[in-house]
């Protein structure tokens, strides 16, 4: 590339939720005639249809485009998109170690929200410049002018020269582009010194196996060089190496120190080129790695199990092919009574977890169901050992357990003032223990509670925008184990425990959570031939119970003049009926059964 | 199946002078030319059907609508074409008829053309239910029909009965009940009211008054107990008889042997094949040929239909249908349901109880698609 590394600029935009980050990006690569008109699709940064249908980003991606700015210069513009979703805070905070500067986008409706905020200390962290752009100001309800105040008064930077756009209407976008040719510095960088270059991206390509994408820190590399990945030590050959476009890659001679690009050596699979890792040369390597490398731990467990039996091959490739793509997926092979043959699958939180079981039943045209979600509790036994559970299977005998611990977070909400009882309410009933409340502005709130990991993963999400119809915002990061009072609870049905529906739960928690699975249970499990009990137990004591009455009648009385069509249309759709049910010891359960009961709150 | 083993005869006749609000049997409002061109197709039929199935029939059925509305002469031509085309020796011949003044004479002319059994529509004896019911007669003239019918040298009658009706109770099904018994008839059919879609009560369904479900089962059993008390012993889930007056005809359809039937909307199963005349008068007058309906009598079948009887599925009928015994799998299957009262199971075989008749839709199907097979 023929232009000087004072005119790169790698930047990231970031953006609470549905505050218009991808459009503006749209709007970036149009204006910078990356795309030709007829290939633009709204948010073409986002790839997968989930994340276009939920209008969210869950893989970073990154662009190389050129800008000719109002000062007559080619400037190159490395865009680099970053996932905006707490469950994957790792890998923005690697995005944005790979820029010099942050677009940070604020709805000039709604303010500043949970993860504006999340999101603009991680690049406050980062050491980023930030570049505060003010978004929809084409909405009736627009306060550009309060909206300006706030990002000076909570964040504390300046924000007098920031722009007012409607990225939607593709206004005032040219002063964005100017602004981060002004602000945002060109990368520093040696181009003589070993190569150290940071990897914020990778995924798997059926032509040329892991593509990493990188910032070049330091040095050079060209097709032909053996790369070393400094946390694996696995060395590989570069194939090819050069630019991401809009809409494809471009190989080029090499990549340099401040540039960002693609790398392609034959990887089999992102395990081994993991996010965040440094990439060097073998024969002339760096001595230390870029800091901040770690391997993402899975906090959420659950069961994943075919509908149908058969189709558990097919799962299983299904899981094998996200893994290439996502390292931080983890399964291992379990059994249920209840579900037969399935996976125990592992997941940064609740949005990776209904991510990739919408991928299986969308992509992989998978009917699948799904256990209830499990943290990973540290329980130390009475002999010293410590072990990790995040399956209720495993749970050990009470008598066995010195102490059960269970993993809680730093949750913050944003909310307007109005909601902050609401809130209260709800978080004292998820056993939050109260922090601290600080006033973002006159009428809005950040309130700070400290929450079980596993009060949220349920149905937290929900329960809060319809306590604040909406308004509310939230964001949470892990703060380590904490002493809990945890107990089993299992499901009988006619006498016999149903493995899959077992959870682990707080003991003040579990009284109420069986009376209302019970409840569940009851309303989705059809009459059956005999009276079913469903019973609710801890340790052996039964704490709810309900009953699924026998079916009184069903029959045809009459079978007019020799027409027996319609009986046995009636035996077949029976027939058929059969194959949807689960055979749980002599109860039949619908699929459905299973998964009602993971959303209690509806 | 080439065999002279008799068939039955069935015969839809498509009319009635009204329409009840809970039927949704397929008829036409009786008008005479309607139903003497009628008569003339079936007549025209029977030497075709004759040729096409060379064999006698055993029992012949006139099922409707309200066959009695077609009258005596109509109705002795058709069984004096019908000896004639099919022999009918020592044939058991059913004539549905429903209560009004004055049959004696009816009765007396189709008695002597052949007709030997009679099935009088009752469905109740309490004047407020018959009412509901938008039944065009009362209590009392059914009685004079049974008596008529007597007198007219009938020894084999039936009274249909609804159960789980618009205001009935223990109280009013058991004078329903003693109706019949006083009446001294031989047999009885008692229906669960069922609300099809698309009559009269399936379109105000929410505003009928009828027994729920549980309410429902519960007449149904007081009645098997009731009916079983005076002698009448259920021999189908809706049916009962004194010793030896089982519907012969009937009987047919659940032991899935042959039947033919003519006539829009009736259903036939002749040589390993079912098939039917759709619901359409003029089609048929005009020609139509029956649909075809695929093969019939095979082993779920004729298992479905075994266990609507008290009978139910034995050792010796399968062996003596399909050459093998009952398959241990369903007599294990069965056996899991004795407990809670729904089936009894013996060495030889199975059956329902009136409990298990309740529920045997469901029953059947965990019966026959238990485990392995499925």
């Known amino acids: 590339m023929s232009i000087p590394r004072e005119r790169i600029r790698n930047f990231s935009i970031i953006a609470h939720i549905d505050h218009g980050k991808s459009t503006l990006a749209d709007r970036i690569l149009e204006q910078t005639k990356s795309v030709a008109l007829r290939d633009m699709e709204n948010q073409l940064l986002d790839n997968m249809d989930l994340e276009r249908e939920r ?215 992102v395990k081994d080129a993991r996010v965040g890792d440094t990439v060097t040369l073998a024969d002339n390597p760096a001595k230390k790695a870029l800091p901040g490398y770690r391997t993402v731990q899975p906090m959420v467990f659950c069961g994943i199990y075919p509908a149908d039996g058969a189709r558990y091959p097919d799962l299983r490739d299904a899981l094998d092919k996200l893994q290439l793509n996502d390292a931080a997926l983890s399964f291992e092979p379990e059994t249920s009574v209840a579900l037969g043959f399935g996976f125990r699958c592992g997941f940064l939180g609740l949005l990776h977890m209904e991510i990739i079981q919408e991928r299986l039943e969308r992509e992989y045209n998978l009917d699948i169901i799904t256990t209830a979600p499990s943290v990973v509790y540290r329980i130390t036994k009475t002999s010293g050992e410590v072990i990790f559970i995040d399956n209720p299977t495993n749970y050990p005998d009470p008598s066995l357990i010195a102490q059960a611990e269970e993993p809680m977070t730093n949750s913050h909400i944003y909310t307007p003032s109005e909601y902050v009882g609401n809130i209260m309410e709800l978080c004292q009933d998820r056993r939050g223990v109260f922090k601290d409340m600080k006033y973002i502005d006159t009428d809005r709130v950040d309130i700070h509670y400290e929450l079980p990991l596993n009060e949220i993963i349920y149905d937290f999400f929900d329960a809060l925008k319809s306590r604040t119809r909406g308004y509310a915002s939230f964001d949470y990061e892990l703060s380590g184990y904490k002493k809990s009072s945890l107990v089993k609870l299992d499901i009988m049905l006619n006498g016999d425990v149903v493995d899959a529906l077992s959870f682990i739960i707080h003991s003040d928690k579990a009284y109420p959570r069986a009376r209302k699975m019970a409840e569940k249970l009851a309303e989705k499990i059809p009459r059956q031939l005999f009276e079913v009990p469903i019973q609710a137990c801890v340790g052996g004591r039964i704490i709810a119970r309900e009953t699924v009455k026998a079916m009184r009648k069903d029959v045809l009385a009459k079978c007019y003049g020799g027409d027996i069509t319609r009986k046995k249309k009636l035996l077949e759709k029976q027939k058929e009926g059969k194959k949807r049910m689960r055979q749980l010891g002599t109860v039949e359960v619908p699929q459905e059964a299973f998964m009602s009961v993971l959303k209690l709150d509806e | 199946m080439n065999n002279v083993t008799p068939f039955g005869l069935y015969l839809h006749v498509p009319f009635c002078d009204g329409k009840c609000p809970y039927c949704d049997f397929y008829s036409l409002p009786a008008d005479g030319e309607r139903m003497e061109r009628y008569t003339q197709r079936l007549l025209e039929l029977f030497p075709a059907y004759a040729k096409r199935y060379p064999r006698p029939a055993d029992t012949l059925y006139f099922g409707g609508g309200t066959p009695s509305l077609l009258g005596a002469k109509r109705l002795s031509a058709l069984i004096a074409r019908a000896k004639e085309c099919f022999g009918l020796d020592g044939a058991e011949i059913t004539v549905e008829v429903n209560p009004a003044e004055d049959l004696s004479a009816f009765l007396r002319d189709i008695r002597a053309a052949g007709a030997n059994r009679l099935s009088i529509g009752l469905q109740s004896a309490n004047e407020d239910e018959l009412v509901l019911l938008g039944r065009r007669h009362t209590a009392e003239q059914a009685k004079k029909a049974v008596r008529a019918a007597q007198s007219a040298g009938f020894d084999n009658i039936s009274l249909d009965l609804m159960l789980a009706v618009q205001k009935q109770t223990r109280e009013s099904l058991l004078r329903s009940v003693q109706f019949c018994a006083d009446a001294g008839v031989q047999h009885i059919s008692a229906y669960l009211l069922k609300i099809e879609p698309d009559t009269v009560y399936g379109k105000k369904k929410e505003t009928l008054c009828v027994p729920d479900d549980d309410a429902a089962s519960d007449l149904y059993l007081f009645a098997c107990e009731e009916l079983e008390k005076r002698g009448f012993h259920q021999y189908e889930i809706s049916n009962f008889a004194k010793p030896g007056c089982e519907s012969r005809h009937n009987l047919k359809y659940w032991h899935c042997e042959e039947y033919l039937g003519i006539g829009p909307a009736a259903h036939s199963f002749m040589e390993g094949k079912r098939f039917y005349y759709k619901r359409n008068f003029s089609e048929f007058l005009g020609g139509a040929q029956p649909v075809q309906d695929g093969d019939g009598g095979g082993f779920e079948e004729y298992a479905m239909l075994a266990l609507r009887l008290t009978e139910g599925l034995t050792d010796n009928g399968c062996r003596a249908r399909f050459g093998g015994k009952l398959p241990e799998r369903l007599l294990r299957a069965a056996r899991l349901y004795e407990k809670g009262g729904l089936t009894v199971c013996g060495e030889g075989g199975f059956h329902f109880t009136p409990k298990g008749f309740l529920v045997s839709n469901m029953l059947t199907a965990e019966i026959l698609y238990n485990g392995e097979d499925v």
Do not use: W
């Open chain 1, 55 to 269: 209008g969210i980003t869950i893989k970073a991606h990154a662009v190389t485009l050129i800008y000719s700015a109002k000062d007559g210069q080619d400037y190159v513009f490395n865009l680099i998109d970053t996932p905006g979703h707490v469950d994957f805070n790792y890998e923005v905070s690697r995005s944005l170690a790979a820029c010099e500067g942050a677009v940070l986008v604020v709805d000039a409706s709604q303010g500043i929200e949970a993860q504006t905020l999340a999101n603009t200390y991680l690049a406050v962290d980062a050491g980023l410049e930030i570049v505060p752009v003010i978004n929809k100001i084409d909405l009736p309800s627009a306060q550009p002018e309060k909206v300006r105040a706030e990002i000076e008064d909570v964040i504390g930077i300046p924000a007098d020269e920031a722009p007012c756009i409607s990225a939607k209407l593709g206004t005032n976008i040219d002063q964005v582009m100017e602004q981060i040719v002004k602000c945002v510095p060109p990368p520093q960088g040696d181009e003589s010194a070993p190569l150290k270059a940071l990897i914020f991206d990778s995924y798997y390509d059926a032509y040329k196996g892991v593509i990493i994408h990188v910032r070049l820190k330091d040095g050079q590399v060209h097709p032909g060089d053996t790369i070393r990945l400094m946390a694996t030590g696995a060395e590989f050959t570069v194939v090819e190496c050069g630019y991401g476009r809009a809409t494809c890659l471009e190989p080029s001679a090499g990549l340099s120190a401040g540039e960002v690009g693609y790398i392609a050596a034959s990887i089999k699979t």
